[in-house]
């Protein structure tokens, strides 16, 4: 179990609770039938559970990318880059 493991985390990885917030961000997402995004039509589970643990050189991390669509679901496209 990768997120309970804090201590082994390289630089470049989420942390567990940055984890926990994705998935319960991805699963707010699919459960929202008033949102249209194309976050949400392109935030597949493949996707996800590819990017969850990954970060940018600057500390960015998936859930710093999709936070405003997930709080805003009418937004059109929903995502940000974090590092611009």
């Known amino acids: ?3 309970c493991v804090y201590s082994t985390f390289g630089v470049n ?4 609770y940055t ?5 319960e ?7 929202s039938e008033e949102c249209h995004s194309l976050l949400k039509k392109h935030f597949t ?9 990954k ?4 500390g960015g991390t998936l859930y ?11 937004s059109g496209v929903g995502v940000y880059a974090p590092d611009a």
Request: hydrophobic share 35%; charged share 45%; glycine share 4%.
């Open 1 to 3: 179990m990768r997120e």
């Open 25 to 31: 961000a991805y699963r707010k997402l699919q459960e």
């Open 64 to 74: 710093d990318i999709i936070r405003s669509g997930v709080a805003n679901l009418d």
């Open 55 to 58: 970060k940018t050189k600057l």
């Open 45 to 53: 589970e493949s996707v996800k559970d590819k990017l969850k643990y």
């Open 13 to 16: 990885e989420a942390d567990g």
């Open 19 to 23: 984890v926990k917030r994705i998935e």
